[in-house]
Antibody
Framework: QLRLHESGPGLVKPSETLSLTCTVS??????????WAWIRQAPGKGLEWIGT???????YYNLSLRSRVTISVDTSDDQFSLRLTSVTAADAATYYC??????????????WGRGRLVTVSS | SYVLTQPPSVSVAPGKTATITCGGT??????VHWYQQKSGQAPGVVIF???GRPSAIPARFSGSNSGDTASLTISRVEAGDEGDYYC???????????FGGGTRLTVL
C-alpha cells in the first residue's frame, strides 16, 4: 500500500510562503494512476481541501485559496509539493497530503500522510 | 458552492446503533465517502462510494445515500469507534472537493 510523508518547516512567519513536500513510497509504480492532494485541519476544526494535482500536472484548487496556492508534482522523485503564499494566522493548521482517485470517479482520498503541523508566528 | 451538513455530535451507548447523516442538495446523485479520524491521527476511509467498505473495516460499518441525505451507520457500537467522522463528495460542477463539517461520535 502507498505511504505518504509530509516534510517542511513547522514554523512560518506571517506574510511569508509555506512550502511542504509529500514523499510517496510503497508503490510508486502506481503513481501514474493517482491524483495527489493537500488537505488541512486548523486546530479543533474540520477538514479543508486545499487542492489536487494530477500526474500530468492538471491542478484543481479550493476557490477560497486559489490565489495563493500552487501544487506541483515530480513523478521522477515520487513527490508532490504545496506552496501557500502570504500566510496569516488563519493558515496555521495540520497539513495532510493524500492520494486521490480520479475526481471524475468521485475522487476518494484513500491514503493519507500523518500530517505536518504548521504554526504561523513571527 | 456545494455544502454538506453534518450534526456536530452523536452519542450512543455501547452495543447500540449510531447513525451519522450528511445532508446536501441531491446528494443521492453524488458518490459519498466517509472518513474516521481518531484523536491525534490522520483520517482514514471507512466507507467509499456510498456503500463500499475497505477490507479492514468491520461489517458493522455501512453506508447509504438517497435524495438529500447520505448516512453512515455503525451497528453494535464499541468504545473504539469514538472519533470524528467526515463525509466527502467531489463537486464536479465546481471542480471542488467538499467535506462535511464533521460529527463527533461519543460512546457513552
Amino acid at each position: 500500500q502507498l505511504r505518504l510523508h509530509e516534510s517542511g518547516p513547522g514554523l512560518v512567519k506571517p506574510s511569508e510562503t509555506l512550502s511542504l513536500t509529500c514523499t510517496v513510497s510503497g508503490g510508486s509504480n502506481r503513481m501514474p494512476t493517482y491524483h495527489w492532494a493537500w488537505i488541512r485541519q486548523a486546530p479543533g476544526k474540520g477538514l479543508e481541501w486545499i487542492g489536487t494535482v494530477s500526474n500530468g500536472g492538471t491542478t484543481y484548487y479550493n476557490l477560497s485559496l486559489r490565489s495563493r496556492v500552487t501544487i506541483s508534482v515530480d513523478t521522477s522523485d515520487d513527490q508532490f509539493s504545496l506552496r501557500l503564499t502570504s500566510v496569516t494566522a488563519a493558515d496555521a493548521a495540520t497539513y495532510y497530503c493524500a492520494s486521490q482517485h480520479d475526481p471524475a470517479s468521485a475522487g476518494l482520498f484513500d491514503y493519507w500522510g500523518r500530517g505536518r503541523l504548521v504554526t504561523v508566528s513571527s | 458552492s456545494y455544502v454538506l451538513t453534518q450534526p456536530p455530535s452523536v452519542s450512543v451507548a455501547p452495543g447500540k446503533t449510531a447513525t451519522i447523516t450528511c445532508g446536501g442538495t441531491n446528494i443521492g446523485r453524488k458518490s459519498v465517502h466517509w472518513y474516521q479520524q481518531k484523536s491525534g491521527q490522520a483520517p482514514g476511509v471507512v466507507i467509499f462510494s456510498d456503500v463500499g467498505r475497505p477490507s479492514a473495516i468491520p461489517a458493522r460499518f455501512s453506508g447509504s445515500n438517497s435524495g438529500d441525505t447520505a448516512s453512515l451507520t455503525i451497528s453494535r457500537v464499541e468504545a473504539g469507534d469514538e472519533g470524528d467522522y467526515y463525509c466527502h463528495v467531489w463537486d464536479s460542477a465546481a471542480v471542488q472537493a467538499v467535506f462535511g463539517g464533521g460529527t463527533r461520535l461519543t460512546v457513552l
